[in-house]
């Protein structure tokens, strides 16, 4: 039996006739493969442990059909603490490896104490050809001062649907930054909800994604600004090639009494085939006068000038548009430890074949 | 910062004493309220129509039977059909003459200043007061260039009926949504313009709309047909008295750009804050035509207010600026949608958003470029500015683009006005709120430029009286 979700609902509604309110899909509800994770790196002054019920932290503004989901299906669940007034530069990665036809529902609560720091990658990955399924929920709570990378690397086979979530509220002066990596699946899913109630608390949110084959991409990024002078990023960057789509969705949500603060949303879409379908929708809905939100958005293809230039270097627009990919792939795997980076490597060798990397 | 900055005092409502006046219904035929296949019938008996605009309305109702509201946009629960009278005559006959205009009604259209405009500005006028057009005229020097300015009613009827046939709720289909629907199925009055091949009209035509009848709904139809080469530039007004019922403007107005012709679309829409304002406008574009919107929202409670223009030849392009400003219990949701479906095609939306004393704000666009859209470029940028930490303000914007060698941008922003301007024009010896004015005015003057000057200064007024005493 399969269950029917709207993910990565949009926070108020638009025009249906878009199909950007929700993104419709099926998860299987069979039992879970059995998969543990690869847990390496820094372990000293944090706590990882298995939770049999997590229902401790806050799920404000996520969708409670797809937490529900979550919390009957989860197999896997870890629950890590990041010790107060520690400081750990070195990451904590935490590395799962998918076979064919796998199925994992995974729950990770993250809690960074007090002026504690952190940096946590963790990464799903599997043969580019898998079938399969992927979906977990990670939340983070910050308490004051706490400050963490948080990094998701989704490299799941080109046959499958991976679905990662990802809610966190901060409590004063916490900062975040989190960063997705939708790369793999068919279907590949991601959406962050970020509640910034703390006073001065900052959220930076990443995403960077290379649409390929059928590949359907579809993002949903949310920062809600409670806290004075709480502060939002949110950059998407991607490249479509041959027929992929991607929906991208992100809102700034100032409620009120969030006196001072500001959020900034951007996306840089490139465009790199004429069969890709791009939808963007970046809201901003403002309950506060005292507050500054801006957006940006550029959507097209390699422009003419630059192009020219190239061209006039002896680089054609082919070479051109591999400068582009490489470039894109390079700055992720710069953020990434060795072994990570070179599952990127892989990616780009089995899946970007035809563009020639 | 000196303390008197954040020291704000309560926004006073807009004084409306210019449109706010009522007029005794004298001898006003009125149709039971509600919606009924039998009220639909009456209408069309009542028009002596040709049979396939009886057929066409009968379809609509059904249509309209079938959809639902809006599942997304401001609440209009409180709307309810039962309780609007869709069709209200005024007790007279469309007339070219404004002598022979009923004095109350002709009174009502003198403090809005229509027949002087018309005297002082305009190619020609017509006005209707709830359902049906009382007055339309037009320069016999227009006349003379072939251009046809006229009831839509009177041309169904005429040389141009077939024409009209042909277009009619071709745009704006009733299936588009519920209130299109409702459309098709009661309109009433509205104009019908057809400007010949290379023809180009010098002087604006305009259209004003003022509904009277409380608890009534009025339902215009404007259709507006472009050959190849001409050039208008059209102006459409709208007012009403505040009553303690809701009513109801469901209005469609289509319009069809030839090739390399050049349509300007003006409006200011300033209907009373009962108003549910619901209305449908659309444009198609073919090759090489130019079609520019500039619409101002101010009055009504709600608003779902999106004009759509399609640019459908290639090089065709648009332009569509706006300003909304919601004040206290008004929910305005407007915008604009795009379509680019042929190449090289280009559009440029510029918005300006105000709110203030607990008004609700929305600025809702979609630009869609489809597969055939090569080399297209859109260009969208909202601005909003909270005039209080009372309202609200939302930016919904989508973009769907669906080839790859195109340039698609959108920027926007949110924010208040900045205390430091304020502190520099206020040691220059301005007071509080006439800075504050100063600075509301130059946020709203790319849009108030491109006004008729007549317009412009409504515009500004309306600002002003916003404004007055609000912030000081």
Known sequence: ?357 | MPEVLTKTAPITEINRSLYDFTKAEKDVEKLSSGLTEEIVRQISAKKNEPAWMLEHRLKSLQTYNELHIPNWGPDISELNIDNIVTYVRPNTKLSANWDEVPEDIKDTFDRLGIPEAEKKALGGVGAQYDSELVYHNLQKSVAKKGVIYSGIEEALSGPFAEMIRKHFMRLVPASDHKFAALHGAVWSGGSFVYVPPYVKVEIPLQSYFRLNSPGAGQFEHTLIILDKGADLHFIEGCSAPKYNVANLHAGCVELFVGENAHLRYSTIENWSKNMYNLNTKRAKVEKNGIMEWVSGSFGSHTSYLYPMTILNGEYAKSEFTGITFAGEGQNLDTGTKILHNAPHTSSVVNTKSLSKSGGISTFRSAVTITENAHKSKASVSCQSLMLDDKSRSDTIPVMDVRCDDVNVGHEASIGRIDDDAVFYLMSRGLSENEAKTLIVNGFANPISKELPLEYAVEMNNLIRLEMEGGIG
């Not at chain 1, 950059?235 to 001072?260: E, Q, V, W, Y």
């Not at chain 1, 630059?306 to 990919?325: D, V």
């Open chain 1, 1 to 357: 039996m399969n269950t029917l979700l709207h993910a990565n609902e949009l926070p108020v509604l638009t025009w249906n006739r878009f199909n950007v309110n929700y993104k419709q899909i099926e998860l299987s509800n069979t039992a879970d493969s059995k998969i543990e994770p690869n847990i390496t790196g820094s372990t000293n002054n944090i706590n990882i442990k298995d939770i049999a019920v997590s229902d401790e932290l806050p799920v404000i503004g996520s969708n409670n059909k797809v937490i529900n989901y979550i919390m009957a299906n989860a197999s896997l669940r870890k629950k890590i603490v990041v010790n107060k007034n520690s400081h750990n530069d070195l990451p904590l990665i935490i590395d799962l490896t998918m076979h064919n036809d796998d199925k994992l529902t995974a729950l990770f609560d993250i809690i960074l104490e007090e002026n504690s720091i952190a940096n946590i990658i963790i990464s799903v990955s599997a043969a580019v050809k898998a079938h399969g399924q992927y979906a977990d929920l990670i939340r983070i709570k910050a308490a004051a001062h706490a400050k963490a990378n948080i990094t998701f690397l989704q490299l799941s086979g080109q046959s499958s649907i991976a679905f990662n979530n990802i809610t966190a509220q901060l409590d004063n002066e916490a900062h975040i930054k989190i960063h997705q990596i939708p790369l793999g699946g068919k279907t590949a899913l991601a959406s962050v909800t970020a509640n910034l109630t703390g006073y001065k608390s900052s959220v930076e949110i990443y995403a960077d994604y290379i649409g390929q084959s059928e590949q359907d991409i579809d993002l949903n990024y949310v920062a809600c600004h409670y806290g004075s002078k709480s502060t939002s990023d949110i950059k998407m960057t991607g490249i479509l090639l041959d027929s992929s789509k991607k929906t991208a969705r992100g809102t700034i949500d100032f409620h009120r009494g969030c006196k001072g603060a500001s959020g900034n949303e951007s996306e840089y879409v490139l465009l790199l085939s004429d069969k890709v379908k791009n939808k963007s929708v970046p809201l901003i809905l403002c309950d506060e006068d005292d507050v500054a939100g801006n957006h940006g958005a550029a959507i097209g293809t390699l422009d003419e000038e630059p192009l020219f230039y190239l061209k006039s270097r002896g680089i054609n627009e082919k070479a051109a548009r591999q400068i582009f990919l490489e470039s894109t792939l390079s700055r992720l795997k710069n953020i990434l430890p060795a072994n990570l980076a070179a599952k990127i490597d892989n990616y780009s060798k089995d899946v970007l074949c035809n563009e020639s990397i």
